[in-house]
């Protein structure tokens, strides 16, 4: 199998197990709810470095930076979907009072920010269709797709290393 393949799957089953287990501890609904993402950010990072890193390898230690960024692109679509659709399960069946806890953080925030009730009413009014399956699914992809470029980018420009016999 091909490493942006299978680590592109590995990106998705940690992603999978990772979500599991913020719900088994109840951690994605605690104070510290940014950290927990932070550490998940680490995963698709990660999985690109050893992805390239063996791909490197195959190729007597050398990848340009436009090899690089298709493979890890690749990746992240992979496991980026792969979350993408167990994030919908997720927020459908496994924890759908998961959405209306995010929707009252999102109440107290505007709260604090000292909207009137009027304001925030409207404004849940006009999310509330984006909580919807296929919506949740689309802005999952295209955040982690976002993200994920962001990433590919960084890591294929550090970790490119073109074959000097190649260069012309």
Request: aromatic share 14%; with cysteine; proline share 4%.
């Amino acid at each position: 199998m091909k490493p942006e393949i299978r680590y592109g799957l590995i990106y998705g089953g940690i992603s999978v197990l990772w979500t599991l287990v913020m719900y088994v501890t109840e951690l994605n609904r605690s104070d510290y709810d940014w950290v927990v993402n932070l550490i998940s950010l680490v995963v698709p990072i990660v999985c690109m470095i050893m992805a390239v890193n063996e791909i490197k390898a195959a190729q007597s230690g050398y990848i340009t930076f436009n090899q690089s960024f298709k493979k890890t692109l690749k990746l992240i679509l992979i496991g980026g979907t792969i979350a993408a659709v167990f994030a919908v399960i997720y927020m459908n069946w496994i924890d759908p009072g998961f959405l209306e806890f995010t929707k009252n953080k999102q109440v107290i925030k505007m709260q604090e920010m000292g909207l009137s009730d009027d304001v925030i009413e409207k404004q849940l009014a006009q999310s509330e269709k984006f909580y919807q399956p296929q919506w949740m699914f689309l802005f999952s992809i295209v955040g982690i797709l976002f993200f994920g470029s962001i990433f590919a980018l960084i890591v294929s420009a550090i970790m490119k290393k073109p074959n000097p016999e190649e260069i012309v």
